[in-house]
């Protein structure tokens, strides 16, 4: 079984400053990565999603996320913040290729917190 | 397109009364998903349907039931409410494992 976690729980930062946060996942068999974005009061909206082939994946309003078999991570980056990026993110993972039910398991997701 | 909808938005139970939340998605997916989101835990799925006729328990079944009679609809249905399964409820759905849509939620409350 797959499983997600997200050890930061908030994430404060200043507007214009680079953000990381972090989604280790466990699974045995071959996985896809995803990043979900929630607004307040709103649902969920993808913001990138890895597959297979290259390991950097962009997605979008500038976010980009790196996959690392070696390390299980699949941690989400901005070079630069604004105060519309305040939001809850969500790391999620479904079984690969060949998945009979792509069930998304999800993470606990991360506050980002972005300050003037 | 409308996606996925969710009906109701919001809804105030009182402990013991039953209800049932409906999604529909007009993407004519096959796979449709219910999860509850609650502070600090993230998103735990409570049923699953991968085609029309069938249902599937989740993380966190107990207390609902499901039906996915027609393709394009997916209910969840609480018997007799209890204040735990106060949350909001998400209803997705996909096309394949590649991602989901999302609805916009159901926020309920029950007292």
């Known amino acids: 079984a797959q499983s997600v976690t997200q050890l930061d729980s908030q994430v404060p930062v200043f507007e214009e400053a680079p953000v990381e946060l972090r989604c280790n996942y466990s699974s045995s068999v071959s996985v896809y990565l995803f990043w979900y974005v929630q607004y307040p009061n709103q649902g969920l909206q993808l913001l990138l999603k890895y597959l297979s082939g290259s390991t950097l994946v962009k997605g979008i309003n500038g976010f980009e996320a790196e996959f690392n078999k070696s390390q299980t991570s699949f941690h989400l980056r901005k070079p630069s913040v604004h105060i519309s990026d305040t939001a809850e993110y969500f790391c999620a993972v479904s079984e690969g290729y060949g998945g009979a039910t792509n069930k998304l398991i999800f993470g606990t997701g991360t506050l980002l917190a972005v300050q003037p | 397109n409308a996606g996925v909808t969710q009906t109701p938005k919001f809804r105030v139970l009182k402990t013991g009364q039953s209800m049932t939340l409906l999604c529909a998605q007009d993407?004519?997916?096959?796979?449709m998903y219910w999860y509850r989101q609650d502070p600090g835990m993230g998103l735990r799925l409570i049923h699953y349907?991968?085609?029309?006729?069938?249902?599937a328990k989740g993380e966190v079944p107990d207390g609902y039931n499901v039906s996915r009679l027609k393709k394009q609809n997916f209910l969840l249905g609480l018997e007799s409410a209890a204040p735990s399964q106060t949350s909001v409820y998400f209803c997705?759905?996909?096309?394949?494992?590649?991602?989901?849509?999302f609805g916009s939620g159901t926020r309920l409350t029950v007292v």
């Open positions: 349907s991968v085609g029309e006729g069938t249902t």
């Open positions: 993407m004519n997916h096959e796979y």
């Open positions: 997705a759905s996909s096309r394949d494992n590649h991602g989901y849509t």
